[in-house]
């Protein structure tokens, strides 16, 4: 199957969201320009490590003299609706492409590969690209969505993504796993629901 790439410069917007109740939830990387939407899926742990390491890389942005502007008030965002997902994430990818003042994400399709890279490696599934991240011209492999964003984008997603993250189940202050409203077995407690 031909590669489809969705690429974003300067979306009208870019966001992480949720569909679902706190628990259940599947979450979401979407994109918005003009009347195009491109929606796919991730894993919790994907956003949260891909938020944290743009806000890393956005104060070593800032120490470097790049203008970021004032982190802005982070509210959980809405998902476009309906929400079709194009596909499901393996990897995600990032980098700063200091010729254009853009930070570059990319997201790739979850394939076969990516289960042989996760065996061989016990490693993040974020990755920090070098130089502008182009993909291979090659007509076959692994949909990707691409999108650049100015620091100040980067740091309203950055910020959203996180708030999304926070909205979940607390976690349990023992042992830091989610509770469930009806409490969960705690190891910490030796099993006793807490």
């Known amino acids: 199957m031909p590669r489809r790439i969705y690429s974003f410069d300067q979306p009208d917007r870019f966001i992480c969201g949720t569909l679902g109740e706190p628990g259940q939830r599947t979450f979401f990387l979407q994109a918005t ?48 609706e309906p929400v079709v997902e194009q596909f499901r994430v393996g990897v995600l990818s990032f980098g700063w492409n200091e010729d254009r003042g853009r930070i570059v994400i990319e997201a790739r399709e979850f394939d076969e590969d990516d289960i042989a890279d996760e065996e061989e490696e016990e490693g993040s599934a974020v990755e920090e690209l070098a130089g502008t991240a182009e993909v291979d011209a090659d007509d076959e492999g692994p949909d990707v969505v691409r999108v650049q964003l ?45």
């Open 33 to 80: 320009k003009g009347g195009r939407v491109v929606s796919v899926a991730l894993e919790k742990a994907q956003v949260a490590a891909l938020a944290e390491r743009l806000a890393t890389l956005l104060l070593a942005l800032r120490q470097g003299g790049v203008e970021i502007g004032e982190e802005p008030l982070a509210g959980v965002p809405e998902l476009a």
């Open 150 to 194: 100015d620091p100040p984008a980067a740091l309203a997603f950055a910020s959203g993504a996180l708030a999304v993250v926070q909205a979940g189940r607390p976690p349990c202050p023992q042992c830091g796993a989610p509770l469930e409203p009806t409490g969960h077995f705690c190891p910490r407690r030796n099993g006793y629901t807490h």
